[in-house]
């Protein structure tokens, strides 16, 4: 499944950026590459995506 369509970011890609840059959302994006030309629809969801991720990791 696609994280992030304007940047074709599936979610494992995903899972090893959060893995990775876990910081803040900000590193996550940045590590992703959005900028203003994506749409913006994965970084309204990326909180919630972390947190997915995180509790995914704990299990």
Known sequence: MYVCLCK????AEFQD???RHARSPEAISYAMG???SCCGKCAAQIDD???D?????MQ
């Open 8 to 11: 074709s970011i599936r979610d």
């Open 17 to 19: 950026i959060v893995t």
């Open 34 to 36: 959005l900028d203003e």
């Open 49 to 51: 995506r972390i947190n």
């Open 53 to 57: 991720v995180i509790r995914m990791r």
